[in-house]
């Protein structure tokens, strides 16, 4: 049975001139994968994420989490947004601890869980700071490990990395890989970065044009134990360019054109 | 020169110059007196503890209307916020709050429930409520989507997210709303007991210039000018401390 | 401007009136339609006119000074940073202070009668104006003034086609904050210290424990700020639109 799948899913925004954004659309993940989405702009790759976490019902189609059907957000979910959602009014230890303080836990098990994800996304430093103080790169890093205290099966990342610099991109697809090889959980991330998708994920889901349906799903090869250093292998290059191959027809048809 | 140098030289500045009018006569000392025999006068009735009941009053009735404005207002902002109907329909209502002369109420109120403390605390409440209700809409717009979202991803139930993430994010505008809701509790209470009441400050001070008796009105007007100068610039430190956390380096 | 809104808004507030009439009874309320009855029989009344004016020459010349006055300290405040940062903390300092506490002071300078009760007035309305006035022209865009200079353009010309236009939608909105609070001002030194006036009158009908004029003057009192409010708030935000 695959962790995630999804079947004939659709969205249709209403209103007076419905918007299709997405589907229709068939997906399954196995557990434990890592799996990236690449796509055009506004090809409802966010919608998708949407769908998948339970924050939006789908049109049409059904999603299945662990064999249950998706309706709100399911336990043992994590989401990673675009937009900076650390709590400004709280420490970065306190941001970590919210979800588990929320849930009752006891403050030992909470000190203990959320010393470990301190230590473990490099926080240290910075445990009692409050998100105003740090940089872009770190408040994610904060989100993200306020996401991992909770020990998510799934993790859905909406392109997390969007507002770094390419440099700080690479180190945080580090990371991210050894994130995934220390929880064993499921992995979607959503990128416009195709570097970033053939270099992190064990499948790449290119998405076509709004309404967004997958194109192909190409399967990368890569060993578990990889980092980013692979960006300099040759079969990297051919990963890229067969994806940027199905991808730039459906960008010029995104922006107006072809 | 820094600012706040010049500023305090000026207020000293005003202040002198108005004692050396007052004691050279050129204004009269029946209209007004030297700032330095206010501060006089004060201290003795300070020592004396003269009116510390209706100072006791006063500051009672004004804690009264800051506190129960704050919790109908954050409560009552909250509950509009969750229903946008109701808030549109209320949303000339306050726009045009305040502008309606709100002493105007007061005879009413009189009439209606007597001369005791509640018609004071009312005006008071009355006034200071709507700015706490702004001011808690306006930062409950302001949540970004993006923190709803979390708060769905971590299964928090309507009531968990209005504490837990709508009201700490919104807490600098609700607190925006609690320095106007001070001052405008001054405003309203003080108002009141000078209008007419049998007790407070207001009162004193009203009782005062009936008796021609200017060392005691100066010494009180003093006192209030000093005590809401002071909790103004007080709330003022506060809320700069509390915001430097979640400003940007 | 939609109109549903507010008639629905106005009419949810008599339905309020009317329970509440019916709740607690004539020993303290009357109906609305009792209290519209009655002030209509009250405007007519010829001994009522000499009150009404009494009010509204106070209020407009106490309003008159408060723009001018107002605008005199805010707009130069506005202009020379310096002096606007020294004294910006002050005026809001003014503006939260309880003024009805400095009402023995105006009486004690001006006497009891129509010039304390405009210099009230004033004292109520200058604060808000200079205060809106000073960030109206210290948020003139300076790319403005740089063009401006850029195109050569006289002092006169830069004040009527820059300056104002920018600088209007804030100084109006200084107005019409100015406008309520100097009517309240007004009101409020009328209430002691007068013989005349919707102020005294208000008073008057209160130790006569005549609760049908108090409804009957509140109303008109209310009705009278809050529609002028709602027409000047009307051209704030077609202003601020514009801008």
Redo the contacts between chains.
């Keep these: 049975m695959s962790h995630v799948a999804l079947r004939g899913v659709t969205r249709v925004y209403p209103g007076k001139t419905p918007v299709h954004a997405l589907g229709p659309l068939d997906l399954e993940l196995a557990q434990g994968e890592f799996f990236a989405v690449v796509g055009p702009s506004g090809c409802g790759k966010s919608t998708l994420l949407d769908v998948m976490?339970g924050?939006a019902s789908p049109s049409s189609g059904e999603v299945r989490f662990e064999g249950k059907k998706v309706d709100?957000?399911p336990?043992g979910?994590?989401?990673v947004?675009?937009?900076?959602?650390s709590?400004?009014?709280?420490t970065v230890h306190d941001n970590i601890a919210?979800?588990l303080r929320?849930r009752g836990a006891a403050e030992a098990e909470v000190a203990a869980q959320v010393g470990y994800a301190i230590e473990f996304m490099g926080l240290k430093e910075f445990a009692h700071a409050?998100p105003?103080?740090l940089s872009g790169g770190m408040r994610q890093r904060v989100c993200i490990a306020r996401t991992l205290v909770l020990k998510p099966r799934l993790i859905l990342l909406d392109e997390p990395f969007g507002a770094l610099d390419q440099q700080t991109r690479l180190l945080m697809g580090d990371e991210l890989l050894r994130l995934w090889r220390e929880t064993g959980a499921t992995i979607l991330l959503i990128t416009h970065s195709l570097d970033e998708a053939a270099m992190l994920a064990d499948r790449v889901g290119v998405m076509s044009a709004r309404p967004g349906r997958f194109l192909e799903l190409i399967a990368t090869g890569w060993p578990r134990s990889r980092d980013s250093t692979i960006v300099a292998s040759e079969s990297f290059g051919r990963l890229t360019s067969r994806i940027w191959t199905l991808l730039r027809g459906e960008s010029l048809r995104a922006m107006g054109h072809g | 020169m820094k600012v706040s140098l010049v500023r305090w030289m000026v207020i000293v500045g005003a202040v002198g110059l108005l004692e050396i009018l007052c004691r050279l006569g050129v204004i009269p000392n029946f209209t007004v007196i030297p700032p330095s025999a206010m501060a006089q006068s004060l201290w003795k009735i300070l020592a004396s503890g003269k009116f510390s009941h209706d100072i006791a009053a006063t500051l009672v009735n004004v804690g009264i209307a800051i506190v129960s404005a704050m919790i109908a207002g954050v409560a009552l902002g909250t509950a509009l916020h969750g229903w946008p109907a109701a808030r549109r329909t209320l949303d000339p209502l306050f726009a045009t709050y305040y502008a309606v002369p709100m002493y105007a109420f007061y005879p009413l109120l009189i009439v209606i429930f007597g001369l005791g403390d509640f018609p004071q605390v009312a005006i008071g409440f009355l006034l200071a409520v709507m700015a706490v209700i702004i001011n808690t809409l306006n930062g409950l717009d302001r949540v970004p989507a993006v923190l709803l979202k979390t708060a769905r991803v971590h299964g928090l139930g309507f009531i968990q997210e209005a504490f837990h993430i709508r009201l700490p994010y919104a807490a600098p505008y609700v607190f925006t709303g609690f320095k106007l809701a001070v001052a405008y509790s001054f405003i309203g209470v003080i108002g009141a007991e000078f209008i007419t009441s049998s007790r407070g400050i207001g009162y004193e001070i009203s009782f005062a210039y009936n008796n021609f008796d200017n060392p005691v009105m100066y010494a009180m007007i003093l006192f209030i000018l000093l005590l809401v100068i002071t909790v103004n610039m007080s709330l003022h430190a506060w809320e700069k401390r509390l915001l430097s956390r979640r400003r940007r380096a | 401007m939609k109109w549903r809104d507010p008639l629905i808004l106005v009419f949810l507030i008599f339905v309020l009136w009317e329970a509440l009439y019916l709740l607690v009874g004539d020993v303290a309320l009357r109906s609305p339609a009792t209290t519209v009855h009655n002030l209509g029989n009250l405007l007519n009344d010829p001994r009522f006119l000499p009150h009404i004016n009494e009010t509204a020459i106070a209020f407009a010349q106490g309003f008159a000074i408060a723009v001018v006055v107002g605008l005199l300290i805010g707009v130069p405040l506005g202009a020379a940073r310096f002096a606007g940062e020294v004294a910006e903390p002050i005026l809001v300092a003014i503006y939260s202070i309880p003024k009805v506490t400095l009402y023995p002071v105006i009486l004690l300078v001006f006497g009891i009668g129509m010039p304390a009760k405009v210099a009230f007035g004033a004292i109520h309305g200058i604060v808000p104006i200079s205060i809106f006035a000073m960030n109206a022209v210290r948020n003139i865009n300076p790319t403005h003034l740089r063009t401006a200079r850029a195109m050569r353009m006289s002092w006169l010309a830069l004040t009527l086609k820059i300056l104002i236009p920018a600088a209007l939608p804030e100084i109006v909105s200084g107005i019409r904050v100015g406008f309520s609070l100097a009517l309240i001002g007004t009101l409020l030194g009328e209430m002691f210290g007068s013989q005349r006036g919707l102020g005294h009158l208000l008073m008057q009908a209160m130790s006569l424990h005549n609760i049908e004029r108090i409804l009957a003057l509140t109303l008109l009192l209310v009705v009278f700020a809050a529609g002028v409010n709602a027409l000047l708030l009307a051209l704030d935000r077609r202003l601020h639109a514009r801008a």
Excluded: M, N, S
Excluded at chain 1, 81 to 85: K, L, R, V
Excluded at chain 1, 87 to 90: A, E, I, K, M, S
């Design positions: 976490a924050l709100g957000v336990d979910i994590g989401v947004f675009q937009e900076d959602a709590f400004p009014w709280l919210f979800g929320r409050y105003a103080q």
